[in-house]
């Protein structure tokens, strides 16, 4: 019996190293009419299958502004909110389960995990112009635009899957992309009204 669970784990180690030596990634250039609106663009796998172990992400609020100003992560994931200003902050988000994390200080942090797939947006209280996005995926493979458009997720396991894009304002058509292994496979979108 022991033999057995042994010889099993040793498969499952190399069947997982396999894996992750023979995954592809996706990459391309997304761009945006009007252009304003490009930097709050998240590229994602709409639906993957498997599970992933729950991370804990960071997101500070440095020089009166979130950052980063889009975190992605995996559903049952926790993000740890920072405060590295002088003054106080408030974390709330009305998206999803909807919370408030109150006001706290310099160098105090509130944590959250969310238990749902969806766009939250991120607000402060006390400074209305302050905004960011924690976009929740069911699956990890999502990577925030750069500010020329650019795109990478990486790790992808080969396969087929529907690629989309996530815009507040505008819209793009979903794409099917193939991801072979150790390849980049490529795909743009034009996200418009
Ligand atoms: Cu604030």
Known sequence: MTKLIAAAAALLVCAHAARAAGDGSISGKV??????YLKDSVVYLKQVPGTWAPKTHTIDQKGMEFR???LTVTVGDSVKFL????VDHNVYTPDGEAYNLGLFAKGQSRDHQFAKPGVYTQLCSVHPEMLSYVFVGQNPYAAAVG???SYRIENVPPGTYQLAVWNPKL???DVSVTVAPGKAAPAEFALAK
Do not use: L, V, Y
Request: glycine share 10%.
């Open 171 to 173: 819209k793009t058509p």
């Open 31 to 36: 761009s945006a009419i009007p252009e304003k």
């Open 83 to 86: 405060n590295n200003d002088g």
């Open 68 to 70: 980063p100003h889009i």
């Open 147 to 149: 500010k020329d458009g």
